[in-house]
């Protein structure tokens, strides 16, 4: 069974690894969102397609969330003491891939072409393209604290800042621009199934969506399409969708999040928590829904969960 996993971030991470163990990694295609990327130190960093690279290959920090386990942080102590942005969590391990990107990059290689060598470096089987090889980038329209607005990239928005500005537009710079990335549309074209993993539907999905073309293609395999609820009794498992969604009119619940998919999506999953927004969902926006445990602790619980959205996709 072919499938395709439109992806963010640490929850995509934790889905593939039960989709993998559901599927064969060679039937998965993960398109990423790159709209998180951004240039420090020269340093070409690509935060969700490294995630969901780390979490396939094994090497995720499970507790952290995103990065390198048993990472180490020398490199970037060193880069505070000589008086250098030190806001990003740099690891060292994790700065060998930046590296490596930037370099490959720098000779002439797509991000497309540099993904497939990392990927196959690590061992990882899942097919891994970034949304497009041009770049994107997610701006964040705040107000700060004493009633000025902001504009930041939305890195400094979420690690510089903490998140704490107040979100009043969310944009995708680059976007107009961007084509999906070779064998992206096919893809979903040929898939048996399409799931939307627990991201952020704001700053991770919607970036996809939103590259030329994508949201058809997906629109026009609906019935084949399904997504798993990232919002579990009204908060984010990880992130800060609680405070991104309200700023485009979604409610922090699995029923927004599922609203910010009307109309691409035959199935919604949401946690046994939200079982009683399940007749909202299936009445106001036409999906069937799956109820079941999404709190991906290990594989064998995301595995569950990509069983049912398997399920909902296919069935
Ligand atoms: N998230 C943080 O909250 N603080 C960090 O210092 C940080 C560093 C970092 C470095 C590499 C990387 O791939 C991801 C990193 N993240 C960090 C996660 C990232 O900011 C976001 O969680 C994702 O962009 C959202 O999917």
Redesign the pocket.
């Known amino acids: 069974m072919k499938v395709v996993a439109l992806a ?3 929850g995509a991470g934790k889905f593939l690894r039960g989709l993998v163990r559901a599927v064969p990694p060679t039937d998965v295609t993960a398109v990423v ?1 790159t709209a ?1 990327d951004m240039t420090l130190h020269g340093l070409r ?4 397609l ?2 969901v690279t780390y979490w396939l290959a094994g090497l995720a920090d499970r507790d952290r ?3 390198r386990a048993g990472e180490s942080f020398r490199a970037l102590e060193e880069v505070r003491g000589l008086g250098g942005p030190a ?5 060292d391990l ?1 700065l060998g891939a930046h590296l490596v990107r930037t370099g490959w990059l720098g000779e002439g290689a797509s991000l497309s072409e540099v993904t497939a060598r990392l990927t196959a470096a690590l061992g990882v089987g899942v097919r891994i393209l970034p949304m497009s090889d041009e770049p994107v980038a997610t701006v964040i329209d705040s107000m700060d604290d004493d009633g000025s607005g902001r504009t930041d990239p ?2 400094v928005y ?2 510089k800042r903490g998140a704490r500005d107040e979100v009043k537009g969310v944009r995708f710079e680059g976007i107009a621009r961007a084509r999906p990335a070779p064998g992206v549309l096919e893809a979903i074209e040929a898939a048996d199934a399409i799931v939307v993993c627990p ?2 539907p704001v ?2 999905v919607a970036p996809i969506l939103a590259v030329s073309g994508v949201r058809d293609a997906v629109a026009a395999r609906r019935e084949r399409a399904a997504g798993v609820s990232p919002i579990v009794g009204g908060a984010p498992v990880a ?1 800060m969708a609680d405070r991104l969604m309200p700023a485009v009119g979604l409610e922090v619940s699995a029923l927004g999040a599922a609203s910010a998919y009307r109309g691409l999506l035959h199935g919604w999953v949401v946690d046994e928590r939200d079982a009683d927004l399940a007749p909202r969902i299936e009445n106001v926006l036409g999906m069937r829904v799956a109820v079941t445990d999404t709190i991906m602790t290990d594989d064998a619980v995301a595995e569950r969960v990509a069983t049912a959205a398997l399920e909902l996709a296919t069935g």
């Open positions: 963010g971030g640490v969102n998180d960093i690509c935060p969700d490294d995630s969330g995103w990065g806001w990003f969590g740099l690891g994790d939305f890195q979420w690690v991201s952020n700053v991770s992130g």
